[in-house]
Nanobody, 115 residues
Framework: QVQLVESGGGLVQAGGSLRLSCAAS????????IGWYRQAPGKQREMVAIIRSGGRKTYADSVKDRFIISMDSAKRTVALQINTLKPEDTAVYYC?????????WGKGTLVTVSS
């Protein structure tokens, strides 16, 4: 059973930075994809940044100049560096992984950006 545990959320002022981390456990296999989604209040969950098994990274247009996703395969962690935060980045950020067509989710970590 794959488990994903996020950490690093918090309250930050606009223009600041945060680093989110996701620790994956329960499988030593290589994920098809692993990355981050977010859900703002009253909105649908959306993809933020993902890494595919071949290493290709995909970002949402709204974050590609400010967010950086990285992965440490040995430690089974994936990080999201969030720079120049904006109030509209306020959301619960979820770690997600796909393995053999199964989608796994963490419980999320809240990021709140004050203006």
């Amino acid at each position: 059973q794959v488990q994903l545990v996020e950490s690093g959320g918090g309250l930050v002022q606009a223009g600041g930075s945060l680093r989110l981390s996701c620790a994956a456990s329960g499988s030593s296999l290589i994920f098809d994809t692993i990355g981050w989604y977010r859900q703002a209040p009253g909105k649908q969950r959306e993809m933020v940044a993902i890494i595919r098994s071949g290493g290709r990274k995909t970002y949402a247009d709204s974050v590609k100049d400010r967010f950086i996703i990285s992965m440490d395969s040995a430690k089974r962690t994936v990080a999201l560096q969030i720079n120049t935060l904006k109030p509209e980045d306020t959301a619960v950020y979820y770690c997600s992984a796909v393995l053999y067509g199964m989608n796994y989710w963490g419980k999320g970590t809240l990021v709140t950006v004050s203006s």
